[in-house]
């Protein structure tokens, strides 16, 4: 079963339906008991950092994520979500992050649209199961105005051009984010959210 | 980088027809679901429903809408044509798209922007502005736009370049100009409309209007410096698809998402 973790940031049906059209059972869960039963897990979330961090705190779940990840059970962060697997962000204030991926987010330069919103390619810098049969230079469908700096390069999956590069897939082993939408993005978006259920 | 748009716009009335869709032998040729999976399979980067429905039951006939929409099209979708209340905006989000766009609301209750913005992101605010052509009393010469209301019939007095920073500053996170002058013509876009708009306000503008072929997208995506270009009739009735505008664009240094074949069996 995949858990999708509703923590009050923003919309989780259409990641469900979307799991749902490539074959996968996706169930929308919002207690620890419900991460810790989950062979897979997706933190999903649009919003603030600092706000993101506080409901995961009071809804004591931050324990059960980083104990899925550390186990090994195969998680996606996506957009938000993906931002939260970092140590910090400097979002309106510091905030601590869940830490499991070394680096920051920022804001980007002056100079660029923000929000960043709609489709813009990634380039693939390693082989993952995640992104099993996705071609290089993809487009996806992107809504943000922070991205991730990654402090370790073998983290950065894949990399997006928006005035700087960013991590727009970051990870490592079983545990990744993206930062753009994949139940938005089409065919390229299903094929991430299929290789989750099935292969990573 | 960022890919322009190009977003095909269905007119929908009962949650079940597409106005505007060239009747066949295929019984399924007007329903909204069908033609929207049609569009997502031939590239669309995002699509439009605009709801025409004109009864008690609109809120409960767009839910459904979009629903049916979250369930089988996977791309961005953005729902308009009758947005008045934050309850209605609230309906189009949690459904799954992502985007309200308001239009006539906006000038009678310009707290409903804000509150969306405030309560969804302003991404997911469209401001819609249908805009019709004046001569300018102060300068002879140059020409402005005057917004209107009510699908054309209503003249608010107001200038279309002041109304659209207003938008954006009460939260509006994209704008779809539609000319009213071009609607209809297939003559091409306003591009001067666009280009203006654009050069005043720092969200992604919508050209829409006046669509007749790949020629007047490239025209409004580069000189008139919009972001994305919509268009219903060309597409509705094949007169072209969206592989070939996106290839005529493609072919001209405008950055289009191309069509990719992707095995997801």
Known sequence: ?200 | MLARRIIPCLDVKNGRNVRGVKFSADKDAGDPIELAKRYDAEGADELVFYDITASAEKRDIVAELVRRVSEEVFIPFTVGGGVRTYYDIRTIIEGGAEKASINSAAIHTPEIITQGAESFGSQAIVGSIDAIRRSNPDQIEDVCWEVVINGGRTYTGRDALEWAEELVDLGAGELVLNSIDADGTKDGYDIELNRMVAERVDVPIVASGGAGGPEDMYAVLSEGKASAALAASIFHYSQYSIVEVKTYLAERGVPVRPKIEIDLT
């Not at chain 1, 920022?106 to 099993?132: H, M, S, Y």
């Open chain 1, 1 to 200: 079963m995949i858990a999708v973790v509703n923590y009050g940031m923003g919309n989780l049906r259409s990641v469900q339906k979307a799991f749902e059209h490539v074959g996968a059972k996706a169930v929308i869960v919002d207690r620890p008991e419900d991460i810790d039963a989950a062979d897979r897990v997706v933190l999903p979330g649009v919003g603030a950092f600092g706000d993101a961090m506080n409901n995961l705190k009071t809804e004591g779940l931050i324990a059960p994520i980083v104990r899925a990840i550390s186990e090994g059970r195969p998680f996606l962060g996506i957009c938000l979500g993906l931002q939260l697997m970092f140590a910090e962000s400097e979002e309106m204030g510091q905030h601590r992050g869940l830490d499991i991926l070394p680096g920051k987010v920022k804001r980007f330069p002056e100079g660029q649209r923000v929000p960043q919103i709609g489709w813009n390619e990634v380039r693939i810098q390693r082989e993952t199961a995640l992104l099993d049969g996705v071609p290089d230079r993809s487009y996806f469908y992107f809504v943000h105005s922070f991205f991730v700096a990654s402090e370790r390069d073998e983290d950065v999956v894949g990399v997006t051009d928006y005035g700087i590069d960013y991590a727009s897939i970051a990870g490592n082993d079983r545990a990744f984010g993206v930062q753009f939408h994949p139940e938005k993005s089409q065919d390229a978006g299903l094929k991430i959210l299929k290789n989750f259920a099935e292969k990573v």
